[in-house]
């Protein structure tokens, strides 16, 4: 008798937990950025963002489809490299996740968008910025910060009218970031009446820019703006200094606009100059932004970079189409996703029929006493 009841006791525990089982459904977000190379505290801090959201749903206990939702984060290192970008894409496709965050930069999320696109998974980058992102009609494809358009306009509108710069100099790390932003530059320079005196090129690897320089100085800029990311910048910037270019302005986008700067310049001079756009608004403008910092610090300290509230917000918003679709299939729930209003932690987020964002918004910085400081 008593072996009996110890079968039906087991027998009701399997049907139970079998129930409870049957009311779940796994819910995998990827995320791809550069975890690895010098532009780690990039990608480090995108993930940082995702995870962060992931474990907001599950402390909420989101349902879908009547199921409750167990969110779990797929992350793949691409290390700022397109061939590894286009694997990395593959790879979560073959895993069938829901959705992908990401890429970082502009040079993986080029090709990486075909592939989800091929695979019917909606992929946000929160990060990446070159127009021709979008341009490449996949419907797949969505951006949440405001591209390098509104970035690379911004910073020279701001050098002619209150800078008073006349003679710029444009270096481009010829990535496909950086050489999207010196032609945005470049165009931008000539409609506000700015003489683009030279041109210089490096790479996304490159730490020794003295040549370079040198060959600035002999044009006499009162700019300089380096379409690349702060890994580059902040070697250029003591460089700068030991040139004896100290009262040359250095501009650049948000791959410069970064609080690993400061260390990275490691006491320039320079540093003092820069003045660099990130798209979106300043934490403390945006609608969620000093309240959630406040969390990522406690669960991320000295983390911090740029774009992980843009990630966070990415995640949840997909987390929000597929709730209100009633599936996380992305065949379900993409119709939903991109016609939603969301309001996030960075801006309420719509997008427009490309997947750009209805409303961008920019803003300016620059350095000083070794702190980044908001200038609109």
């Not at 950025?33 to 940082?48: F, L, M, R, T, V």
């Not at 790479?203 to 009162?222: C, E, G, R, S, W």
């Not at 606009?257 to 100059?273: F, Q, R, S």
């Amino acid at each position: 008798m008593k072996n009996l009841c110890c079968i039906s006791l087991i027998g009701c525990a399997f049907a139970y937990s079998s129930n409870v089982l049957a009311q779940e459904v796994t819910v995998r977000i990827g995320h791809v950025g550069p975890i690895s190379g010098p532009q780690a505290h990039y990608g480090k801090d995108n993930e940082n963002g995702v995870r962060m959201a992931i474990d907001d749903l599950n402390a909420k206990k989101v349902k879908i489809g009547g199921k409750t939702a167990k969110f779990v984060l797929a992350a793949e290192d691409d290390a700022a490299d397109p061939k590894q970008g286009t694997a990395a894409a593959q790879k979560l496709c073959d895993a069938n996740v829901s959705g992908v965050v990401g890429h970082l930069n502009s040079g993986t999320t080029l090709p990486a968008a075909r592939i989800y696109s091929d695979c019917g998974i909606p992929n946000v980058t929160p990060s990446a910025t070159n127009p021709q992102i979008t341009k490449q009609g996949f419907k797949t494809t969505f951006r949440v910060l405001a591209n390098d358009n509104a970035l690379g306009e911004g910073v020279v509108k701001y050098a002619a009218s209150q800078l008073k710069l006349k003679r710029i100099a444009v270096i481009d790390d010829r990535t496909a970031y950086g050489s999207g932003m010196a032609e945005v530059v470049k165009k931008a320079a000539v409609a506000a009446g700015l003489q683009v005196v030279d041109e210089q090129f490096t790479n996304d690897k490159a730490y020794d820019f003295m040549a370079i320089l040198t060959a600035v100085k002999t044009k006499q800029p009162d700019g300089i703006f380096f379409a690349g990311f702060d890994a580059q910048a902040g070697p250029m910037l003591r460089q700068m200094e030991q040139l004896g270019m100290t009262n040359i302005k250095f501009m650049g986008g948000d791959g410069v606009c970064t609080e690993k700067l400061i260390e990275l310049a490691a006491g320039a001079k320079t540093l003092g100059n820069v003045v660099c756009a990130e798209g979106g608004s300043s934490l403390a403008k945006m609608p969620g932004g000093t309240a959630w910092k406040a969390r990522y610090d406690q669960r991320f300290p000295g983390q911090f970079q740029v774009y992980s509230p843009y990630a966070y917000d990415a995640a949840m918003m997909l987390a929000d189409a597929m709730v209100k679709a009633g599936s996380s299939d992305p065949a379900v729930y993409l119709p939903t996703f991109a016609k939603s209003s969301y309001q996030g932690v960075t801006a309420l987020i719509a997008f427009d029929a490309i997947g750009e964002l209805k409303s961008p918004s920019i803003t300016l910085y620059q350095y000083a006493s070794n702190k980044k400081l908001v200038l609109n």
